[in-house]
């Protein structure tokens, strides 16, 4: 028996464990006197803008990298999502492109999905694509999102650029065990009712600081039944709930999705992989320093009205009234917020009017997001006060199944836009941004002041949502869409 | 990483929960492949009127009269004291970059985003966990008292009121501290355990083959 695969006999003579704890004990090194732990890194993904200053540091210091083969390189961030024919105008964004191509070219990152490789896409809709993401492995990336990839049983966290370097230098992190959360949402999601919208309500009900410094594993029947897809995105805003990772256990699920990726252990391996990655569940019993229960039956349509994702209401609601809140620092957030997104307090949230729709980044831009909101554009037209509705796939495996599935031409006659692969107008960092004072609805994460274009407006949807404002120029609830 | 030992400066009031990395560095700044100059653009959406753009000269823009860093009494502050959450959002180390090149080497908060937390530390920037009846305090004393100076003794845990009249410990992982105090690179003490590392990896290829598969090709 090796020293690093706990077998499931091992473990049910040592006290219960929980996923995390798992995959947290696989990778334990090294522990110093205070608990902090040489943890390592089995996969390190990179992109433009998090690592030109860590491969700096590399060669200012005289170090090599660990394992080459551990990375997996694309270009995502600064990339605009027309033709890569067309090349990049904004000289600083190129430069950005132009230092990772160098970079993986001086250092030998074997695995580089380069801009205009078909394989190209948004580094956390990629990796799992390719298999590169795979349960039991730590994972990192300089990007907070990463814990996306903990919807196939992976313990995956964002990193800083510093961390970028240090795991290139040591194939290790220095890190401390976080607490165990369980979220347990058990039931069915009713019609057209989302992981966006769950996560979403989720953040609503524990806050945007209610998972910092916990591990998080989503459970229960209501997980089960989601998609990968949907379990990546749940996974994908574990951090806007506070916790750096979010994960949910292997099944037969996550089994048939890996199968045949090109990465995907093959043969007897393969037999060998799934029998240990089937131990990666919760013992039962197993010890949460925090439980969240949720009722999937009673999650409706999600909206976020203010400048954070926990403020977030269902499409039934009105805008907040801050003269309701007692609490003063909350009282002058929500007065912040509502200035800053232009609304009136009591408003429906089906008056609210967009300017822009983007359906894309990390969080929805998977095959199954695409034709989510193919079906409820399909046949219809993009409202007159919509000046923009873009849709842009995660990947370039994306983009050519939904062109083989037609969805592209859907959106097309609808008035949307189709572009290339990237994160696009999530953060715009690209040409894709709204102007001032413009709103949206995006299926992006993040509705922070200026995060989608200076005085940008964001309001946070699933895929079906945003179609539909799109289509009617302004919220409605799509369990009544026809 | 400059050491971190004794630090003594004023005193800034941030008092709204939630700060995020986007709004302490714009993305637009994000697109630049050095670790320095991002100190202009420090809370740029905030600090000025007009929209930010990477390499422009702040000299002459357009300041906000409204944001309370632009106030005189804060230009020299080095300990800047905000509600809780502070940092959370995007991994971007350009936040505390940012923060260091703007002239702080101190934040007090009642909690923080955990990856800006992370990040903090391994920049020189020291992150410091106060109750938030304590921080309530503190916004309430920097803003009474022009001029406010907090002391901040990394070694005896301690934030020192201006006068010693009052002073709060806090609590630091204890490596953390080391690492700051010496101003020391974390990826050479990990080196230390170099073949613990190496053995580790051994030990993982043969037990886990299939991590291994680009090695195979």
Same mark, same amino acid.
């Given at each position: 028996m090796s020293a690093t695969i706990a077998s499931p006999t091992e473990n049910s003579v040592m006290h219960q464990q929980t996923l995390y704890d798992k995959l947290w004990n696989q990778h334990v090194v090294h522990v110093e006197d205070d608990g902090t732990t040489v943890l390592y890194i089995d996969r390190q993904l990179l992109h433009e803008v998090t690592t030109p200053q860590a491969f700096e540091g590399l060669k200012l210091s005289g170090r090599k990298v660990w394992r080459l083969s551990a990375n997996v390189a694309t270009v995502d961030?600064?990339?605009?999502?027309?033709?890569?024919?067309?090349?990049?105008?904004?000289?600083?964004?190129?430069?950005?492109?132009?230092?990772?191509?160098?970079?993986?070219?001086?250092?030998?990152?074997?695995?580089?999905?380069?801009?205009?490789?078909?394989?190209?896409?948004?580094?956390?809709?990629?990796?799992?694509?390719?298999?590169?993401?795979?349960?039991?492995?730590?994972?990192?990336?300089?990007?907070?999102?990463?814990?996306?990839?903990?919807?196939?049983?992976?313990?995956?966290?964002?990193?800083?650029?510093?961390?970028?370097?240090?795991?290139l230098a040591t194939q290790t992190l220095l890190a401390r065990k976080m607490k165990n959360m369980l979220v347990q949402v058990?039931?069915?999601?009713?019609?057209?009712?989302?992981?966006?919208?769950?996560?979403?309500?989720?953040?609503?009900?524990?806050?945007?600081?209610?998972?910092?410094?916990?591990?998080?594993?989503?459970?229960?029947?209501?997980?089960?039944?989601?998609?990968?897809?949907?379990?990546?995105?749940?996974?994908?805003?574990?951090?806007?709930?506070?916790?750096?990772?979010?994960?949910?256990?292997?099944?037969?699920?996550?089994?048939?999705?890996?199968?045949?990726?090109?990465?995907?252990?093959?043969?007897?391996?393969?037999?060998?992989?799934?029998?240990?990655?089937? +131990?990666?569940?919760?013992?039962?019993?197993?010890?949460?320093?925090?439980?969240?229960?949720?009722?999937?039956?009673?999650?409706?349509?999600?909206?976020?009205?203010?400048?954070?994702?926990?403020?977030?209401?269902?499409?039934?609601?009105?805008v907040p009234d801050p003269d309701k809140e007692k609490d003063s620092t909350r009282r002058e957030g929500m007065e912040r917020a509502l200035k800053y997104m232009g609304l009136q307090p009591n408003t429906p949230i089906t008056d609210i009017r967009v300017d822009k729709v983007f359906i894309g980044s990390c969080t929805n831009s998977r095959i199954e997001d695409m034709r989510a909101a193919a079906a409820v554009v399909r046949g219809r037209k993009k409202a007159a006060n919509v000046k923009v509705a873009m849709v842009v796939p995660g990947s370039g495996l994306v983009k050519a199944q939904a062109e083989r599935e037609g969805l592209h031409k859907i959106f097309l006659e609808a008035g949307f836009e189709w572009r290339e692969p990237?994160?696009?107008?999530?953060?715009?960092?690209?040409?894709?941004?709204?102007?001032?004072?413009?709103?949206?609805?995006?299926?992006?994460?993040?509705?922070?002041?200026?995060?989608?274009?200076?005085?940008?407006? +964001?309001?946070?949807?699933?895929?079906?949502?945003?179609?539909?404002?799109?289509?009617?120029?302004?919220?409605?609830?799509?369990?009544?869409?026809? | 990483m400059e050491k971190f030992t004794l630090h003594t400066g004023v005193a800034a009031p941030m008092d709204r929960a939630n700060v995020d990395t986007d709004a302490i560095i714009p993305k637009q700044f994000l697109k630049s492949i050095r670790r320095t100059g991002f100190g202009p653009y420090l809370f740029d959406a905030w600090r000025y009127l007009d929209e930010g753009q990477p390499e422009m000269d702040c000299t002459n823009r357009p300041r906000n009269p409204d944001f309370i860093l632009n106030q005189p009494r804060y230009r020299d502050a080095s300990v800047l004291v905000a509600r809780k959450n502070f940092g959370c959002g995007?991994?971007?180390?350009?936040?505390?970059?940012?923060?260091?090149?703007?002239?702080?080497?101190?934040?007090?908060?009642?909690?923080?985003?955990?990856?800006?937390?992370?990040?903090?530390?391994?920049?020189?920037?020291?992150?410091?966990?106060?109750?938030?009846?304590?921080?309530?305090?503190?916004?309430?004393?920097?803003?009474?008292?022009?001029?406010?100076?907090?002391?901040?003794?990394?070694?005896?845990?301690?934030?020192?009121?201006?006068?010693?009249?009052?002073?709060?410990?806090?609590?630091?992982?204890?490596?953390?501290?080391?690492?700051?105090?010496?101003?020391?690179?974390?990826?050479?003490?990990?080196?230390?355990?170099?073949?613990?590392?190496?053995?580790?990896?051994?030990?993982?290829?043969?037990?886990?083959?299939?991590?291994?598969p680009l090695e195979l090709n």
């Open positions: 961030h600064s990339i605009p999502t027309t033709p890569p024919s067309e090349g990049i105008a904004d000289p600083i964004a190129r430069l950005q492109v132009e230092t990772l191509d160098k970079n993986v070219r001086e250092w030998g990152i074997k695995q580089y999905f380069e801009w205009g490789d078909p394989r190209q896409g948004i580094v956390h809709v990629i990796s799992p694509e390719q298999g590169s993401t795979l349960p039991g492995m730590t994972l990192v990336c300089g990007d907070s999102h990463t814990s996306t990839h903990g919807a196939l049983g992976a313990l995956a966290f964002g990193i800083g650029t510093s961390e970028v370097e240090h795991a058990d039931g069915v999601l009713p019609a057209g009712i989302t992981a966006k919208d769950l996560v979403l309500a989720i953040i609503g009900r524990i806050g945007t600081a209610g998972g910092t410094g916990y591990a998080i594993e989503y459970a229960g029947s209501a997980i089960r039944a989601l998609s990968m897809e949907g379990r990546m995105t749940l996974c994908n805003m574990t951090i806007e709930a506070g916790a750096r990772t979010g994960m949910v256990a292997v099944d037969e699920q996550t089994l048939n999705y890996i199968k045949g990726r090109p990465f995907a252990p093959k043969g007897e391996m393969w037999d060998q992989a799934v029998a240990y990655w089937k +131990t990666l569940v919760s013992d039962p019993g197993a010890k949460f320093d925090r439980v969240v229960q949720m009722n999937a039956a009673d999650i409706k349509p999600q909206v976020t009205w203010g400048t954070s994702p926990e403020m977030v209401l269902s499409i039934e609601d009105r990237g994160c696009s107008m999530c953060l715009g960092m690209n040409p894709d941004r709204l102007e001032v004072g413009e709103r949206s609805a995006s299926t992006s994460n993040r509705n922070f002041e200026g995060r989608q274009g200076t005085g940008g407006r +964001t309001h946070l949807v699933s895929p079906a949502m945003a179609a539909a404002a799109g289509i009617a120029g302004h919220f409605v609830d799509i369990r009544h869409w026809k | 995007s991994s971007r180390e350009h936040a505390p970059w940012a923060l260091l090149e703007g002239g702080f080497r101190v934040v007090i908060a009642p909690s923080y985003g955990d990856i800006f937390f992370n990040n903090s530390f391994k920049s020189g920037l020291l992150p410091i966990v106060l109750a938030e009846a304590e921080v309530d305090r503190l916004l309430h004393d920097i803003q009474a008292f022009p001029g406010f100076r907090l002391t901040i003794d990394l070694e005896r845990q301690l934030v020192i009121w201006p006068d010693q009249s009052k002073s709060l410990p806090f609590e630091v992982d204890a490596f953390r501290k080391y690492c700051l105090m010496n101003g020391l690179d974390d990826i050479g003490l990990t080196m230390r355990h170099a073949d613990k590392i190496r053995d580790f990896e051994q030990a993982r290829r043969l037990s886990q083959p299939w991590l291994f």
